[in-house]
Each structure stands twice: as C-alpha cells, then as structure tokens.
C-alpha cells in the first residue's frame, strides 16, 4: 500500500459527460501528479501540483483540468468525454516540488470506461 | 524529437536466467532524470529507480542492477536471478524538456 488512495475505482459513462476523479496523498507529499494510461497511447503525464499550484504539464488536454485544494487532495476533470478518454488514470505524490525530483508513490488508479 | 524507446515489447525467461531490459532515450537537455517503474498484474505501478544525467554511476539494489550509459543514451535495467514475481511491464521514463515522457514498456514473463 503506497498510501495513496483514488476514487472512484471504476468508472463507467457515456460520450460528452462529465467526470471528476478524485486523489489524495500520502500523508506529508505536497506534490500530485496525475498519468493516464491507455492502449492507444501507453503511459503519459498529464500535470503536476505542488501545494496547491500548477507545477508542470504534460500532454493534457484542454478538456481536461486539475486542482489542488487547501488540504492537498487533487482532482482530475474530465469533460466532453470521448471514448479514446477511455483509460487507467493514475495519481501520485511526492514530497517535494521539483517536478520528477523525487521519488513517486503511485495510487491504485481510477478505470475510467467510456460508452 | 524527444523520446524515449523500448525496443523489446515482450521477452520471456526461465526462473533464474539473468536479463537485460533495454531503454534509449534522446533528449537535447543536458540535465534531466531517468527513471524506471514495474507494473505487475495487479495493475499498480512501482518506482524503481531515479538516476540524474551527472551520475554515471551504476546502481545495484539486490537482484536489481541499472547501467547507465551517457555516451550511447541508454539506461538499462537487468534482473540477475530472476524470480516468477518479477514478471510485469516495465518502464523506462525520462524527464524531458518540461515534459515526462515514458517508453512503451517491456512485458517481462519468468517461466517456472
């Protein structure tokens, strides 16, 4: 148990919803990072907070959005769904900021399916 | 363009044969980070190892054995022993640029 936790573990909606997935850290990371995992596009990073602000950025799409509240949980927003958004959403988190600078603790993945 | 390459998509071996998973990556940074991860069956992702480009030293932890090789871009990842519970995808990733780019993945399968 890496001490992160992701909820939902699955998820199943339809085309041009909307979804939120939700992460929280392990107990003093300020850093989350969020990955999406497919069969089309493999493993890719989307975006990085660190204590509430955006830090890095990957290849996220402008449907897509994050945030990093006060207590350091973060979500993932996912809209216009489509079904290549069909995928394993990973969180993870970290202690420091320095994006990639540290060693990362991933969650259990949220398995998003897109009808 | 800025990448990184698995070249083996699948390799299998027998309990306690030694293997060698192979990563290349091209970047036009001069400092950046290489990074390994497992990902078992089960499905989670397990971080392995974090090398800087200034540390050209290898690194041993246990069955576990990185070399690292600026000259040729390449940061491989050998499993001395290997035991059934190391089959999984594994993957190498690199920082590059602002991004975080990883390779496809080499599915590892030990035989019995």
């Known amino acids: 148990d890496s001490g992160v936790t992701q909820t939902p573990k699955h998820l199943i909606t339809a085309t041009g919803q909307r979804v939120t997935l939700r992460c929280s850290p392990r107990?003093?990371?300020?850093?989350v990072y969020w990955y999406q995992q497919s069969l089309d596009q493999g493993l890719q990073f989307l975006i990085q907070?660190?204590?509430?602000?955006?830090?890095a950025k990957g290849n996220i799409l402008e449907r897509f959005s994050a945030q990093q509240f006060p207590d350091l949980h973060s979500e993932l927003n996912l809209s216009s769904l489509e079904l290549g958004d069909s995928a394993l959403y990973f969180c993870?988190?970290?202690?420091?900021?320095?994006?990639?600078?540290?060693?990362?603790?991933f969650g259990p993945g949220t398995r998003l399916t897109v009808l | 363009a800025q990448k990184v390459t698995q070249a083996q998509t699948e390799i299998s071996v027998v309990e306690k044969e030694d293997v060698t998973l192979d990563c290349v990556y091209e970047?036009?940074?001069?400092?950046?980070?290489l990074f390994w991860y497992k990902q078992p069956p089960s499905g989670e992702l397990v971080f392995l190892i974090r090398?800087?480009?200034?540390?050209?030293q290898n690194e041993i932890s246990g069955r576990y054995s990185w070399n690292f090789q600026k000259s040729t871009s390449s940061f491989n990842f050998t499993i001395t022993a290997s035991q059934v519970v190391d089959s999984a995808v594994y993957f190498c990733?690199?920082?590059?640029?602002?991004?975080?780019?990883f390779g496809p993945g080499t599915r590892l399968s030990v035989l019995p």
């Open positions: 993870a988190s970290s202690v420091g900021g320095l994006a990639f600078n540290n060693e990362q603790f």
């Open positions: 107990s003093g990371d300020l850093s």
């Open positions: 907070y660190y204590n509430g602000e955006e830090r």
């Open positions: 970047t036009r940074d001069t400092t950046y980070y």
């Open positions: 090398r800087n480009s200034f540390d050209e």
């Open positions: 990733a690199s920082t590059l640029g602002e991004n975080f780019v």
